[in-house]
Every structure is written in C-alpha cells, then in structure tokens.
C-alpha cells in the first residue's frame, strides 16, 4: 500500500516557476525524512532537496540552493518542490523519496515514479 505520486511537472520557459507535489499514503509519513531527486537523460540520479520529519532540517544540493524550496504538509501527507528562476539544466525527471530508519537499524525507502520537467524556450 505504500505509494508517493508526483504531480506539477511540465514544460516551463527558462526564468519560470513550477510547483511539484508529491503525495504519500500507506506509511507513517511525519516519521519519514523526504527528499526530492531529479535525473537527466545520461546522467547520474542525484539529490535536489531533503526534509526532516518535522521540518527542522532542510538541505539543497548546490545547483539549486536559493532558486528551489523544499517544504512539507504533515496533515496533507504532502512534500512540495518549489522551483524558481528555472534553467534549461534543471530538466529532469523529478523524484520524490520517503526514508526512515527503526531500532534495529533496519531502512525502509520508498520511491515515487516520476514527474518530467522539462525547461525549455
């Protein structure tokens, strides 16, 4: 029953907005860290953000520090991607991860399938 669904991809102009979603259900989703990572044609799968279970913690890869905000609604089960100033190599597949470790130091990972955005004029 576990399932995230990503949605709001699509085809922007460069210096655009997009707003991705990613909705969770069939886990206890305020105990999972969320992140989002994005692949390119011929390129390696790599982190654009990350989210603690309450929001304390937040993290960005490079590339997109102070262009893109991760953020997450606990009772909407929900992790959003806020992306601004969009440019033509932030075209990728965007991924939505849920992560969370227990006691016994047994992980549990989850992946959704994907949305396309695509940056282009």
């Known amino acids: 029953q576990v399932q995230l669904v990503e949605s709001g991809g699509g085809l922007v102009q460069p210096g655009g907005s997009l707003r991705l979603s990613c909705a969770a259900s069939g886990f206890i989703f305020s105990r999972y860290r969320m992140s989002w990572y994005r692949q390119a044609p011929g390129k390696e799968r790599e982190l654009v953000a990350g989210?603690?279970?309450?929001?304390?913690?937040?993290d960005y890869g490079d590339s997109v520090k102070g262009r893109f905000t991760i953020s997450r609604d606990n009772t909407k089960n929900t992790v959003y991607l806020q992306m601004s100033s969009l440019k033509p190599e932030d075209t990728a597949v965007y991924f939505c991860?849920?992560?969370?470790?227990?006691?016994?130091?047994?992980?549990?990972?989850?992946w959704g399938r994907g949305t396309q955005v695509t940056v282009s004029s």
């Open positions: 991860k849920a992560a969370w470790s227990d006691w016994a130091y047994r992980r549990y990972d989850h």
């Open positions: 989210i603690s279970g309450t929001g304390d913690n937040i």
